[in-house]
């Protein structure tokens, strides 16, 4: 399982300026890059690196490796922004917006990040959880002993696992490094005890079917009040709001993303604990298929329920609890008693009334329930061998 893992970089004035620089001339690459690829579609990497490596390397003053890199990173970009099309992601075909992105090359700024591999950084770790040093490529020659400190668990990992491709990143004035490690997966365990369902939502985050609820009221009123800071600051336009207001930037995201955190965790233990898998419903696309009024908009949109999901999956593959994704369509307008469909069955975001058996209960943890059953059913799918074809007699 690939795991990434922050340390920062403590560098000198002198090695922060030839940082700086190099992520200027690779960004600036990669922008001429796009440029050319863009124009000439060229979108493989074997042809655009036989195309415009030399190029590359003479008009930018880079190293062979940091030269492959730039490319792979551009490349990267269009295959990405080809899979958004495919979705969708930009509108129908012939839109305008569609239209603009697809015309427009791909421009990287100044300060994004840069993948770094072992031949263009090196890393010298102390012993277990200890701080030690990372060896860097730069336009201004190698710099050495250029310090790093971090989490002592995650200094721990980097020490003793195989280390992978690094972005080198500059984020509100600090240097980090973002490594790819490689961590072994736990066998999945076999969900003995059936599944436990968990239905994703705005106003309870997370509701489990043993009746668990997460509430996303502290989160709301947090984001309300960034908000309200927020407008305050901006409605000031002086030097001292705006400096305020940079410092602040990522907090509300940084809170949210804590908040996700604690709740996969108790979701995940909680399901190792009882020897269960856990099954969730598959969101893609939520946000183009919800249609909501105007003031919920700024609420469904600031809502990180991908982020959930993939905290919930990478933690479950931790614990080698199992994992599976269902269908959610009618899981809030159906019994999970007598199986009775109808949307007059949801009274309202919190009650769910059955007309046909009269049961009564919570509305999010009655959803819970029929995803763990479906659960169920998707686990024997996955598990279910194919039928051998049976070979006619000769």
Partial sequence: MKQVV??????????????????????????????????DQVLRK????????????????????????VI????D???????????????????????????TPIVFRPQAGQPFDA????WQLGGT????????????????????????????LLHSRS???????????????????????KPQREPANGFLGVDLGIVNIATTSDGDRFSGSRLTRYRKRQQRIRKRLQAKKTSSARRLLKKRRRKEARFAADVNHQISKSIVAEAERTGRGIAVEELTGIRARV?????????????????????????????????VQVDPAYTSQTCHACGHVDKRNRRSQAVFHCGRCDLVGHADHNAALNIAARGVRRWGEVMRPHAVPILAAS
């Fill in 6 to 39: 922050q340390v920062r970089l403590l560098p000198t004035p002198e090695q922060a300026s030839a940082l700086l620089a190099t992520l200027h001339a690779c960004n600036a690459a990669a922008s001429w890059l796009s440029e050319q690829v863009h124009a």
């Fill in 46 to 69: 074997f042809n655009v690196q036989k195309r415009f490596y030399a190029q590359l390397r003479e008009r930018f003053g880079l190293a062979a490796q940091p030269a492959i890199r």
């Fill in 72 to 75: 792979g990173k551009t490349v």
């Fill in 77 to 103: 970009a269009y295959t990405t922004l080809r899979a958004n099309l495919k979705a969708g992601n930009y509108g129908p075909p012939g839109s305008d917006r569609r239209r603009t992105v697809e015309d």
């Fill in 119 to 122: 031949r263009c950084l090196s």
């Fill in 129 to 156: 959880g200890r701080k030690g040093t990372v060896s860097i490529w730069t336009t201004a020659g190698r710099r050495k002993d250029v310090r790093i400190v971090g989490n002592p668990a995650h200094l721990a």
């Fill in 163 to 185: 280390i992978g491709e690094t972005d080198l990143l500059h984020r509100d004035g600090a240097w980090l490094l973002h490594a790819v490690v490689d961590t072994p997966e």
């Fill in 291 to 323: 249609r909501l009024r105007k003031p919920q908009r700024a609420t469904l949109h600031s809502w990180a329920f991908a982020q959930l999901g993939q905290f919930l999956t990478y933690k479950a593959q931790q614990a080698g609890v199992v994992m």
